[in-house]
């Protein structure tokens, strides 16, 4: 196998549906995903999307094939989180998208990233977000 690094990751394979309903959330359940750590060793996580499209949709087919490029791609945890973030935002522009990968243990630690467009540091109204922290 042939690593490769984060910069590699293609964004043009993702492909949108135009949005038949908006207004609804679109819950999105990824339970295995794969990629290579920093130290090149194999990384596994959940990921769970909250997505709130405007125009456009996930095409899910494509969004697989965009998420198994990671399987072979050197990266960190944040940059892995950033870069799913910012390639949603960019190619769907949804009203809101909320995005938490939960990685294995390695080591006895666990840890779980979160990122939603909501926040206000990100350019939203920090109103919504509160309500996922219950769940």
């Known amino acids: 196998m042939i690593s490769k690094l984060w910069h590699t990751i293609d964004k043009s394979i993702l492909k949108s549906l135009p949005n038949a309903a908006k207004g609804y959330e679109q ?14 060793q194999p990384d596994f996580g959940v990921i769970r999307i909250w997505f709130y499209g405007d125009a456009k949709t996930i095409e899910l087919k494509s969004f697989k094939l965009y998420l198994y490029q990671y399987r072979d791609t050197i990266m960190s945890y944040e940059r ?8 949603i935002k960019e190619i769907y522009q949804p ?37 996922h922290e219950t769940e």
Do not use: N
Not at 27 to 40: D, K, M, V, Y
Not at 80 to 87: E, I, N, Q
Not at 109 to 128: A, E, Q, Y
């Open 80 to 87: 892995c989180l950033d870069m799913l973030y910012k390639h």
């Open 27 to 40: 819950r999105i359940h990824i339970p295995e995903f794969t990629f290579l750590g920093a130290q090149e």
């Open 95 to 131: 009203m809101r998208v909320r995005i938490e990968i939960g990685f294995r243990p390695r080591g006895g630690i666990s840890s779980k990233l979160v990122v939603d467009s909501d926040w206000g540091h990100l350019g939203g109204t920090d109103k919504l977000w509160q309500a």
